[in-house]
T-cell receptor, first 110, second 113 residues
Framework: ELKVEQNPLFLSMQEGKNYTIYCNYSTTSDRLYWYRQDPGKSLESLFV?????AVKQEGRLMASLDTKARLSTLHITAAVHDLSATYFC??????????FGTGTRLQVFP | NAGVTQTPKFQVLKTGQSMTLQCAQD?????MYWYRQDPGMGLRLIYYSASEGTTDKGEVPNGYNVSRLNKREFSLRLESAAPSQTSVYFC????????????FGPGTRLTVT
């Protein structure tokens, strides 16, 4: 059974600081997705990672995938308040089905 | 394009009542999904449909039924609602041409009392 674990589950960080969210998964896959969810809202796609070593960047966020380690990271550079949200990783089982992690709730304070 | 739409946005049911959640997409996607999201948890797959006329169970199908009416529409039915089905329900669709990225609807917040 595929398990997708994120850590930390909750992250409170100061503006301007850097931090990394980790997503570990338990079976082979080279398709991983990162989503953002604001309170009371739907999920918004951030990154699609489709091969070992894939790296994508958008603004202050950078995501990477290491399929051998079964690990993806979401790195936050110089955090700002607007990044406060819950971030989910999701792993594709090659059957068009995604298994989601439990999410990392990020709070950025001044 | 409206993307993925869901109705209703909010619903309150009493235990034992039935209702159908509607989902439609205008992106010509083949695969559609129903998820539930409980507080502090990720999304769990209820049912999915890889194409018109086919449906399959996901991780938590008990207490639900689905219908893939046509390529655009995928409905979720609760025959006899229970308080444990209080949740936020999301519909999604995916196009293989778009890196299998899933597009989500706005969600339906359901409370069963």
């Amino acid at each position: 059974e595929l398990k997708v674990e994120q850590n930390p589950l909750f992250l409170s960080m100061q503006e301007g600081k850097n931090y990394t969210i980790y997503c570990n998964y338990s079976t082979t896959s080279d398709r991983l997705y990162w989503y953002r969810q604001d309170p009371g809202k739907s999920l918004e796609s951030l990154f699609v990672l489709l091969s070992n070593g894939a790296v994508k960047q958008e603004g202050r966020l950078m995501a990477s995938l290491d399929t051998k380690a079964r690990l993806s990271t979401l790195h936050i550079t110089a955090a700002v308040h607007d990044l406060s949200a819950t971030y989910f990783c999701a792993v594709d089982l090659y059957t068009d089905k995604l298994i989601f992690g439990t999410g990392t709730r990020l709070q950025v304070f001044p | 394009n409206a993307g993925v739409t869901q109705t209703p946005k909010f619903q309150v049911l009493k235990t034992g009542q039935s209702m159908t959640l509607q989902c439609a997409q205008d992106m010509n996607h083949n695969s559609m999904y129903w998820y539930r999201q409980d507080p502090g948890m990720g999304l769990r797959l209820i049912y999915y449909s890889a194409s018109e006329g086919t449906t399959d169970k996901g991780e938590v199908p008990n207490g639900y039924n689905v219908s893939r009416l046509n390529k655009r529409e995928f409905s979720l039915r609760l025959e006899s609602a229970a308080p444990s089905q209080t949740s936020v329900y999301f519909c999604a669709s995916v196009s293989p041409r778009d890196s299998y990225e899933q597009y989500f609807g706005p969600g339906t917040r359901l409370t069963v009392t």
